[in-house]
Nanobody
């Protein structure tokens, strides 16, 4: 199983980025985005159940970030708008073949290598 993230980069505050996570090698019941800033623990940002399309968004990004998926391509997208310097982190895609908590990090079987997002003020 592989998860490959893309779309990270550097942007000024107020800008937008769209992250893509392309999966292969399995079907995924749920996919999610986590992020980890230097010196901080990894946190859940957004998650989606691929069958129903039900999503969960962290309070810190609600109203600014949106998660979506393309089941045919086993791909999930994280649309990030109104970016803030505190959004600077490495963003990781996670996926699992079974249901569970969208932000339960320990319950995800597969992880991508991450993509860096840097927001300057």
């Amino acid at each position: 199983v592989q998860l490959v993230e893309s779309g990270g980069g550097s942007v000024q505050a107020g800008g937008s980025l769209r992250l893509t996570c392309a999966g292969s090698g399995s079907t995924f019941e749920r996919m999610a985005w986590f992020r980890q800033a230097p010196g901080k623990e990894r946190e859940g940002v957004a998650g989606i159940f691929t069958g129903t399309g039900t999503t969960a968004i962290a309070d810190s990004v609600k109203g600014r970030f949106t998660i979506s998926r393309d089941n045919a391509k086993k791909t999930t997208f994280l649309q990030m708008t109104s970016l803030k310097p505190e959004d600077t982190a490495k963003y990781y895609c996670a996926a699992d073949a079974y249901g569970g908590g969208l932000f339960r990090e320990a319950e995800y079987s597969w992880w991508g290598q991450g993509t860096q997002v840097t927001v300057s003020s």
